[in-house]
């Protein structure tokens, strides 16, 4: 079997199937920033505690009531857009026409609440969760996991789907207009506030179906969405804020550099982003994928 610059083939996919998973989940949270921020133009801190927030209810259902993985897959998504729901009428709404610095702000103080309760109920380990799909198959050259390849799989199709939605159909054309120019859209008899509300709804419910797909592999914990969100935010700078196609190309793509990073120079896996981040708003402030403002 052949070796790159003297490392074995097996490190070398075991660390681009990590960063592919890495990737996936990248772009899914991005995803939900990037329609939310680009229909809404709210900055939607809350987002990680909001993945955090689906993983818990994932794990409650299955420890509370007994509701495994793919009922909750359902479920989940659902309930933590509910809650999203209820922010977004009460507090959000009285912010769209203001700075983005206020929506950031009470953003953010929502997340450390949120995060807080979770940690005072909960503690800060981690809680285990089962691998709805054991077993894997042995490719020659790495062992793929069935549970990690169908996050991947199930990744890409979640978000080119989103993307689909949005930018080929006639909702997707309701929501991009109902946001640059809401009278006009209302003289068509549609309920603008409610779009933007079940929109933001959406967006939600992407960060909660990553969390419970986040569930089986990594562990559990309050702490889970504060130490991806920052991430996150990169990887929404990097392919332009607002754009879909950006958050989801930069999501994987910087989750595949990160794990090859990892391979070849560890020290700099952690911070890699965010020299390309860096380099990329020397280049093109707007960053990859998106416009000026």
């Known amino acids: 079997?052949?070796?790159?610059?003297?490392?074995?083939?097996?490190?070398?996919?075991?660390?681009?199937?990590?960063?592919?998973?890495?990737?996936?989940?990248?772009?899914?949270?991005?995803?939900?920033?990037?329609?939310?921020?680009?229909?809404?133009?709210?900055?939607?801190?809350?987002?990680?505690?909001?993945y955090m927030m689906g993983a818990f209810v994932a794990w409650m259902l299955l420890n509370w009531a007994g509701i495994g993985f793919w009922p909750a897959l359902l479920i989940a998504p659902v309930v933590v857009a509910i809650t999203g729901i209820v922010i977004e009428r009460l507090l959000l709404r009285r912010l769209y026409?203001?700075?983005?610095?206020?929506?950031?702000?009470?953003?953010?103080?929502?997340?450390?609440?949120?995060?807080?309760?979770?940690?005072?109920?909960?503690?800060?380990?981690?809680?285990?969760?089962?691998?709805?799909?054991?077993?894997?198959?042995?490719?020659?050259?790495?062992?793929?996991?069935?549970?990690r390849g169908l996050v991947v799989v199930a990744s890409l199709l979640i978000c080119f789907g989103t993307w689909f939605v949005i930018e080929r159909t006639r909702l997707g054309s309701y929501l991009r207009a109902a946001t640059e120019n809401p009278t006009l859209v209302r003289a068509f008899g549609i309920n603008v506030p409610r779009m933007i509300t079940l929109t933001y709804g959406f967006g939600v419910g992407l960060a909660a179906l990553a969390g419970v797909m986040a569930a089986p592999i990594y562990q559990v914990s309050p702490l889970m969405g504060s130490n991806l969100i920052i991430v996150v935010f990169a990887v929404v700078v990097i392919g332009g804020m607002g754009s879909i196609m950006g958050s989801i190309v930069a999501g994987f793509g910087l989750g595949v550099i990160e794990g090859l990073t990892k391979v070849f120079y560890p020290e700099a896996s952690n911070t890699v982003i965010f020299v390309i981040m860096a380099i990329v708003l020397l280049i093109k402030p707007a960053g990859l994928f998106g416009t000026p403002r």
Do not use: C, K, W
Not at 17 to 25: D, K, P, R, S
Not at 97 to 118: K, S, W
């Open 1 to 50: 079997m052949f070796e790159l610059l003297g490392i074995p083939p097996q490190a070398l996919f075991g660390q681009l199937l990590l960063g592919l998973i890495n990737g996936a989940f990248y772009a899914l949270l991005s995803l939900g920033l990037a329609v939310i921020f680009g229909l809404l133009n709210v900055i939607n801190f809350i987002h990680g505690a909001q």
């Open 97 to 147: 026409h203001l700075d983005h610095l206020y929506g950031l702000l009470l953003t953010f103080g929502i997340a450390i609440i949120i995060e807080g309760l979770f940690r005072y109920r909960f503690g800060s380990s981690g809680q285990p969760y089962d691998n709805p799909l054991p077993g894997g198959h042995n490719l020659g050259f790495m062992y793929l996991p069935n549970y």
